[in-house]
């Protein structure tokens, strides 16, 4: 063990902590949570769900891919949903890049275990992958029960919400969905950030 590269990968981990959820911060909300926060919550969430299935669960499996998989944040920070249409084509590349280059020589494991998270084709890649969707639903009930930013674009998420098949997931969404519809009201939703002038080509996309 190198102990000064675990402690050079511990300090960039610990960016994290610092760095807010880009998201909440164009719906106006003020002091959101952070990386590690969202990571934190998606781990605890995570680890609920495979409470409450009978199917045999690799909890360190999933606890690793839940507290790890915004690694690549570190050296990209976090990008809002729509920066989608303009990064999609080379960002998972790019987020593998940064975790070998965070990670490497400490916890090598993880790239593969996210690569796994990625593929959804494991029960502890979909509890990873239907918590940290769930978290971001939930996260905004709570901003909208504090009235704090504009929440009213989240309808359509907890309505687009995929349990990818974890039943306990998907009936906590729906009392998620109900008291956000409780807290939002009649609040109408005014889509900012999502038009597209360009075409594909101007994008790079294939």
Not at 36 to 46: G, N, Q, R
Not at 81 to 97: D, G, L, M
């Amino acid at each position: 063990m190198d102990p000064e590269r675990m402690l050079e990968s511990m300090a960039e981990m610990h960016t994290l902590t610092r760095l807010p959820r880009i998201g909440w911060v164009m719906a106006g909300v003020p002091d959101p949570e952070s990386v590690s926060d969202h990571c934190y919550e998606t781990a605890v969430i995570a680890y609920l769900l495979a409470q409450q299935i009978d199917e045999p669960v690799d909890m360190g499996k999933v606890l690793a891919m839940a507290l790890f998989h915004e690694t690549g944040e570190v050296r990209l920070t976090d990008l809002p949903r729509r920066s989608s249409p303009y990064v999609k084509n080379f960002k998972r590349e790019a987020e593998r890049q940064a975790v070998k280059d965070v990670l490497g020589g400490v916890a090598e494991s993880v790239l593969p275990l996210l690569d796994e998270m990625h593929a959804l084709e494991t029960i502890e890649a979909r509890l990873v992958e239907a918590a940290e969707e769930l978290q971001i639903i939930a996260a905004a009930m709570y901003y909208a029960k504090e009235n704090r930013g504009d929440m009213s674009e989240y309808r359509r998420d907890v309505d687009k919400y995929d349990p990818l098949g974890i039943t306990p997931a998907a009936a906590v969404a729906e009392v998620i969905k109900r008291r956000l519809g409780d807290y939002l009201g009649n609040k109408p939703y005014w889509e900012l950030g999502y038009s597209q002038r360009s075409t594909s080509g101007d994008r790079g996309e294939n």
